[in-house]
């Protein structure tokens, strides 16, 4: 054992009060088998520690010996992750393992759960069943961790009903990088809140999740329909029907499916929630001919449907046993199907092609319903216009051969060339596919921005590392920097745009020199013409902020929430302006996309927000002034003044929604304004120092948004 390796073997066993159960080093005894356990044993990964603490202050002084001796951090639940992330997914990182994490309660008025972090999800299945027949959404294999699978999504059958795990949670608790313990909520540390939902593990150990719960599901039908004869060819048709099947925007959420190529054949499965009547009424016998083996089972208890799908999950993956694996995964939405002659070239393609193992899987998962009821932007987790996932996994004996590798790369490349706009998609990061490209822009997309400026606030060293996790700010900061500073406005009006948006917009509530930076851009505004009077609903946006923020000042309380309208207003307010200073600078660029009228109506829809605030912020300083009594003064928050004024909560929440949307809604605009004209100067400025391509691609994300954002009123 090296000098260092001792001292941080010391520091932990202080840490953990001298237990030695409760850690363990590179020089234990059986340290591989029983305390490092890779999932996947392709990834050969040797962390420097495993702890094993029993609460929330010994986990913060685990963080701190990792921090001082200048190592990563990661939690592990369940220990599923595809890549070994839990274990830092690289060498030298200490652990946290949360197995002692077992608590569980249910407040029988409410019906919100505590449950420790270290609860695998079949305990949880058992123990929310127990306290009085509540369930929640999340996956199928009962030795996935409730730690790791509601901090990234949480995918399952009853998604589409009841939404993905993290989105049933309603509080954590959770160790930070600087070893202080916080509990977040939608109203206490948001932004942490907001990150853990769908990034967790780059931000922070959750210790304990409160979680909102459901009813179980009474009776549901699990069905399968298996193609096992002929060639793959013969079965495009097939999985034709499904993808029209499940696309159909009428589709019921009791509906849940998947289709599954193995090398056996295809297998078209899932489960509906409601009777063998309504089953039977959808006649799938009749969608899906030609089949094998039909089967249908009736559930009538929770916990055996649930039982059922970790069995099937077992015999497909093996549960939770280790394996060299290879995955690989990505998204698809509903407005862009697999073109069919693109299935029928996948189909072929299988047919052909040399695999390398028996024991390989292509699984295409049907999500939407619930889960895309909550905006794209609501919480980390970003894939909210997916209708459905595919991961495509191999094992192998010993190791992965190439040819398998080649095999799944060729399957992800034809469909992602085939699909319109399939590069764009991204990857769900419970699927983790170590070998994209850009995984966090893949797993994160559009909220990307967002975490890596919350990551440079709460975890600015990156801590809680893993290869594809969220990278603080300070990279990505000195680009867009140099960037502003290297550009000349006149040329690279969009440029500017994206740079501005980038680093001064979405950063200045969070990074601690945004205001630097802030100045700094809006002296670049200024140059390309600062005119919030090509759009005078901009100006009035300023105005309505600058209002707001001095109005919750002035009372003293300068609560978050007037906080969080008013920076909303200034957000849609700055970059409506930067929108309508691109579109009249580059006339001839959008007259044929008839943009001016397309951004009408957005404009309309923020005129009517800042009127209604501009309404309550002077209703609510009238009545203030009117009646300044001092006990109304001491009673009445600035907030609760201001929604007084609007009459109630409820349309103050609503307007902040709207304000959100408008918000996403600009934020594209502006984006296709961009697209449009960094194609046109792209062309020139290839050979420069400019990443372009980085930035095209970011545009493009967007720009698919956009599309996705026009489709909004449409679920799946
Ligand atoms: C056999 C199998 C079946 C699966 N089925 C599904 C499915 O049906 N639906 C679905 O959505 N996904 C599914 N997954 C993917 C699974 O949800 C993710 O791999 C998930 O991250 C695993 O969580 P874990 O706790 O088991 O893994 P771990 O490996 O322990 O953790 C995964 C990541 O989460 C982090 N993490 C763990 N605990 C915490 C914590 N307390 N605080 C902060 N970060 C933490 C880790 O550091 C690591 O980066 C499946 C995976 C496997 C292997």
Redesign the pocket.
């Known amino acids: 054992m090296g000098s260092s390796q001792s001292a941080l073997g010391t520091s932990i066993k202080k840490a953990v009060v001298g237990d030695k159960d409760l850690y363990a080093l590179p020089g234990n005894p059986l340290y591989a088998i029983k305390d490092v356990k890779l999932?996947n044993l392709s990834i050969p990964v040797k962390p420097a520690a495993v702890t094993y603490p029993k609460t929330a202050q010994q986990v913060a002084a685990i963080i701190k010996c990792a921090v001082d001796a200048g190592l990563k951090v990661?939690?592990?639940?369940?220990?599923?992750?595809?890549a070994?992330?839990?274990?830092?997914?690289v060498n030298g990182a200490v652990v946290?393992d949360?197995k002692h994490?077992q608590k569980f309660s249910m407040d029988n008025e409410t019906f919100r759960a505590i449950a420790g972090?270290?609860s695998?999800?079949g305990d949880l299945t058992k123990r929310m069943h127990n306290a009085g027949g509540r369930a929640m959404a999340?996956?199928?294999?009962p030795?996935?961790?409730?730690?790791?699978?509601a901090?990234?999504?949480?995918?399952?059958p009853s998604s589409r009903l009841w939404g993905?795990?993290l989105d049933h949670i309603e509080e954590i608790e959770?160790v930070l990088a600087d070893s202080s313990i916080k509990r977040a909520s939608a109203t206490q540390n948001p932004d942490i809140f907001w990150a853990?939902k769908g990034a967790?593990?780059s931000?922070?150990?959750?210790?304990e999740f409160v979680l909102r719960t459901e009813k179980e599901a009474g009776e549901a039908v699990h069905f399968s329909y298996s193609f096992t004869v002929g060639t793959y060819a013969s079965m495009a048709v097939i999985f034709k029907a499904w993808q029209k099947f499940v696309s159909n925007r009428k589709l019921t959420r009791k509906f849940a499916s998947e289709a599954i190529i193995t090398a056996v054949g295809l297998i078209i499965s899932g489960t509906y929630f409601g009777s063998k009547k309504e089953y039977d009424a959808l006649e799938m016998d009749d969608k899906f001919p030609g089949h094998q083996k039909g089967k249908t089972i009736v559930f009538r208890d929770w916990l055996g449907l649930v039982a059922h799908?970790g069995e099937e999950?077992?015999l497909l993956?093996?549960?939770?046993l280790s394996a060299p694996l290879y995955t690989k995964s990505m998204t698809f939405n509903g407005c862009d199907l697999i073109p069919d002659n693109v299935i029928d070239t996948l189909f072929s393609y299988l047919d052909t092609v040399e695999k390398g193992t028996l024991i390989w899987f292509i699984i295409f998962?049907l999500a939407g319903g619930a889960v895309n009821d909550i905006a794209q932007g609501a919480t980390a987790y970003a894939h909210r216009d997916a209708l459905f996932y595919l991961?495509s996994y191999a094992v192998g004996v010993g190791k992965v051969p190439d040819k398998t590798k080649e095999f799944l790369r060729g399957v992800n490349s034809l469909l992602v060339k085939g699909t319109p706009g399939g590069d764009q998609f991204g990857a769900?990061?419970?699927?983790?596919d170590p070998e994209l490209p850009n995984g966090p822009l893949a797993y994160w997309r559009t909220n990307l921005p967002r975490l890596e400026q919350i990551k440079s606030i709460v975890d600015p060293s990156d801590v809680?590392h893993?290869p594809q996790?969220v990278k603080p700010l300070a990279k990505a900061w000195k680009s867009a920097e140099s960037l502003i500073s290297s550009l000349t406005p006149s040329e690279d009006s969009c440029l500017t745009l994206w740079a501005i948006q980038y680093s001064t917009v979405l950063s200045r509530r969070y990074h601690p020199s945004g205001a630097h930076v802030v100045f700094r851009t809006s002296g670049v505004e200024a140059a390309i013409g600062f005119g919030a009077s090509v759009l005078g609903i901009a100006g009035a946006g300023i105005s309505v902020a600058t209002t707001l923020i001095r109005f919750s000042v002035s009372y003293k309380c300068s609560t978050q929430k007037i906080e969080d309208p008013s920076s909303q207003v200034s957000l849609t307010a700055t970059i409506l302006t930067t929108v309508g200073n691109t579109i009249d600078s580059h006339q001839d660029y959008f007259k044929e996309d008839n943009f001016r009228e397309k951004f009408g109506r957005v404009i309309e829809r923020c005129k009517n927000d800042y009127e209604i605030l501009e309404a309550a912020v002077q209703k609510a300083k009238g009545e203030v002034e009117k009646t300044e009594s001092e006990r109304w003064e001491r009673k009445m928050t600035s907030w609760k003044k201001l929604f007084w004024a609007l009459s109630s909560e409820k349309q103050m929440k609503g307007l902040q929604s709207s304000l959100e949307v408008s918000k996403t809604q600009v934020l594209m605009m502006q984006s296709a304004a961009s697209l449009i004209v960094l194609q046109i100067i792209g062309r020139r400025r290839e050979d420069e120092n400019i990443d372009l391509a980085e930035l095209k691609q970011k545009m493009g994300l967007l720009l698919r948004a956009l599309r996705t954002a026009h489709y909004s009123g449409q679920k799946y």
Not at 84 to 89: P, Q, V
Request: charged share 5%; proline share 0%; hydrophobic share 35%.
């Open positions: 999932y990661q939690a592990r639940c369940g220990g599923h992750s595809y070994n992330y839990c274990l830092g997914g946290i949360m994490f972090a270290g695998l999800l999340h996956g199928t294999c030795q996935v961790g409730l730690g790791g699978h901090t990234i999504g949480g995918l399952g993905t795990a959770i853990v967790g593990a931000f922070g150990v959750v210790t799908w999950i077992g993956l093996g549960g939770g998962d991961q769900y990061a419970g699927y983790v809680f893993n996790g």
